[in-house]
């Protein structure tokens, strides 16, 4: 089988990288600006938004399906211009991705459905904008609306903070902006796949944002079986109803950012692919053939194949550690027994074991040695509520 994946980011690598272990005879062509071969993938020398050079690509290299980690391929309309040339592949159609490009358009959706989400406004100009800080109650988030470049989230404990956030953004652009009551809690990304009519869980991530480092923990045993199935029948099928009432159905990885508090969730942001660090984890204790889930929810055999998607019974615990923090690489790189990858900034290392606590201590037992005491002794003491 021949497969092509757009995207030059860590997930586009790190999926070629598992669908080739899994399926040692494919041929797999990344869109990415490693220009050497190597016996994973063949890079190809394509701009992510050239859909029309993409799809020549595809065609006259009997490509047999091709599967987008690339949001900038995505808005570009890849999925559009290959169904109409009856190309296979996994990736949400332009229109229907939308939601999740745009906060503006996600609030406006989750409003819509009662899919619960922290009070908001939508503002496109500075003085009304400012006039609402004014006059509300602290703390408070600041987002952007258009995501595909990065997403941003600044918290505000004061007007005077608010101000200077806001008189900022619209110093740059004209740009709509989301500000919404903040809630007090690590985000946990929970990611599904769907064909548009059904979907599947994949992963369910804890995530603690800090300065140094960022840690994930999967699964999250905040969100039990009887609160991933209200997400799925209050949040994610709404959703997929109200958008295949005016665009083509959404097909592809479908993830939701929420918040846990007092026994409830809150969604925040939708998300059309794995945030950074977050497909190693999943694909840590992933128990099934990943080319073969995508490829059936891409033809629309995904509720005729599976009736879930098996992980291994197991905790993984993920680091993503800058660089400069860490010496002697090299020690880590020759580790067999975790999931360890880098981007050009950091090193990202998953351990996985029967319980979080012995993922967590076999991963810090590997940096050990060569990260300074300061950061190890600040990850070794934080405490992931599980």
Known sequence: ???????????????????????????IYVTTNNEQKNE?????????????????????????????????????????????????????????????FFNSIAKKIMYKNKINTPRFGIFDRENIALDYVRNINYPIDILNDFTLIERTRTNCKSYSKAKEILQKIYENNNEKIIIENHIDSDPINI??????????????????IRKDYTAIHSPSEKISEEILISILHNAIYPLLDDISKYTDSYSGILGLKIKFSENKYTVLEFLNNFEPYDIQPFLSLLNEDFCSILYDTATGAL??????????????????????????????YEEDDFFISDDKENIIITGTALTFNSAKNKVLNLIKPICGNEIYQKIAKEEIKV
Not at 307 to 319: A, M, P, R, V
């Open 1 to 27: 089988m021949k497969i092509l994946i757009t995207g030059s980011n860590l997930n586009a690598l790190l999926t070629a990288q598992y669908i080739k272990t899994q399926n040692p005879d494919f041929d």
């Open 40 to 100: 994973t993938y063949t890079p190809v020398n394509i701009e992510e938004n050239n859909i029309n050079e993409l799809k020549n690509f595809v065609k006259y290299n009997n490509i047999d399906f091709t599967i987008s980690m690339s949001g900038l391929s995505i808005i570009n309309g890849i999925t559009d211009v290959f169904k109409r040339e009856n190309l296979p592949i996994f990736s949400p159609a332009k229109e229907s991705a939308r939601v999740t």
């Open 191 to 208: 990611y599904f796949i769907t064909d548009g009519f059904n979907a599947l869980p994949l992963a369910i991530l804890e995530k603690e």
């Open 303 to 332: 509720a005729d194949n599976y009736n879930y998607i098996k992980l291994e019974d197991k905790h993984s615990f993920t680091l993503s550690i800058n660089k400069n923090k860490l010496n002697n690489l090299d020690s880590i």
